[in-house]
């Protein structure tokens, strides 16, 4: 079936408050770029948005995750155990949720998915719980949310059986306003408050963009820590008169730190960001109700606890190449966006069967549901689908 559309949806796009330009030249001439008062001002504002006091800004993401790994890997050595460590984590990712974990030479243990929601399917992660499996990877794909609660059984059960909760760094990259019983993601007390990290991006097409840039949220002695590591492991808020020559590294970092330019414009734009996740989610709430008993189309979960910010918003189609040239031909954007991680050739030690994943990669597609797709647009990929193809 081949059509030609006028229609130009794409899966992606930038949000910039305008007032954004005027603030980042004055920073711009201002004589001061790099870490200042401007992430310690947006620092504060995240805070509030998630009523979470240990927020650390990072220059994105996969620094974050990277640094979470890392300490991940410092407590456990703390806490005298000298084994293997292994990762359980899901292959149904961007790369920059596992690629941290083999910079910080740790092997991983793929889980499959959970084919309702794309996450992580818990009941193979708990299978797959050994006394090596010391940290586990969590991705909250499209914004929607693991259960926490079964989560934190998963702990106890690892706790009975091997004698130590594992650490969970969560990839919050798809979540900024994603919620799970009301409390923003990474901030829920289902799991004990000591054993996770929650990393989230403001890359440039998230929900809020700072250009680039991630936070960490944490407790009060892993933010301590990573406010160090983030910057090479030296104290920047001690008084000392240099603290580039005075101050003793403990433990070496990274140049990981956001600076003044990237916090403003996440400054900008998280004045402006709950009108955003609004509009992705009531494009969301309006495929659930429009999408339903189409033949070839499958919907994911969507429990009434779990909130999702829909950064995505994935469907199963029968003939996937099928579905995305008809789409691509309507002026529809769509796509898996992820490519399996445990195919390629820098994960080939690691591969295993994972039987729910191979099928539901051959069904799987991404449809535009962000703050730009309005209301005559949602209308049209919705009569689009129904047309079949």
């Known amino acids: 079936m081949t059509e030609s559309s006028n229609k130009n949806i794409p899966l992606f796009k930038v949000f910039m408050n305008p007032d954004a330009s005027d603030n980042v030249s004055k920073i711009l001439n201002s004589g001061y770029i790099g870490q200042g008062e401007q992430v310690n ?122 004698g130590y909760y594992p650490i969970y760094v969560e990839d919050c990259a798809h979540s900024f306003g994603s919620t799970y019983k009301g409390f923003k993601l990474g901030t829920y007390f289902g799991l004990p408050n000591e054993s996770r990290f929650a990393v989230y991006s403001f890359q440039a097409i998230k929900h809020l963009t700072s250009v680039d840039g991630g936070a960490i949220l944490s407790n009060a002695t892993d933010a301590k820590q990573a406010n160090l590591l983030r910057w090479y492991g030296i104290d920047r808020e001690s008084n000392r008169k240099d ?62 606890e779990i909130k999702s910010a829909y950064w995505l918003y994935t469907i199963k189609v029968h003939r996937q190449d099928d579905f995305s040239k008809a789409m691509l031909d309507r002026g529809i954007t769509v796509s898996r966006v992820h490519e399996r991680n445990d195919k390629h050739t820098a994960t080939k030690d690691f591969q295993c069967p994972l039987p729910s994943l191979e099928k539901v990669v051959k069904e799987m597609m991404c449809i535009p549901v962000g703050w730009w797709v309005t209301d005559e647009d949602r209308e049209y990929i919705v009569n689009s689908i129904k047309k079949g193809w």
């Open 41 to 162: 001002k947006f620092e504060s504002g995240l805070q509030k948005f998630f009523n979470w006091d240990h927020v650390t800004t990072v220059n994105s993401a996969t620094s974050g995750l990277h640094l979470s790994v890392r300490m991940a890997k410092d407590k456990i050595k703390q806490s005298g155990y000298d084994g293997p460590v292994e990762v359980l984590t899901s292959p149904l990712t961007c790369t920059a949720t596992n690629w941290p974990i083999l910079a910080n030479n740790l092997p991983i243990k793929w889980v499959d998915v959970d084919a309702n929601t794309m996450n992580i399917d818990l009941d193979d992660l708990e299978r797959k719980l050994s006394p090596t499996t010391r940290i586990i990877m969590i991705v909250h794909w499209g914004g929607y949310s693991v259960d926490y609660d079964r989560l934190a059984n998963i702990s106890q059960t690892a706790k009975n059986l091997y």
């Open 243 to 304: 603290f580039r020559c005075e101050a003793d590294v403990e433990a070496w970092g990274y140049k990981f730190h956001m600076n003044d330019i990237n916090a403003t414009v996440g400054i900008e734009n998280l004045k402006v960001i709950n009108p955003i996740i609004a509009r992705h989610q009531a494009n969301a709430e309006f495929y659930y109700k429009n999408l339903s008993n189409i033949s070839g189309v499958s919907l994911l979960e969507n429990r009434p």
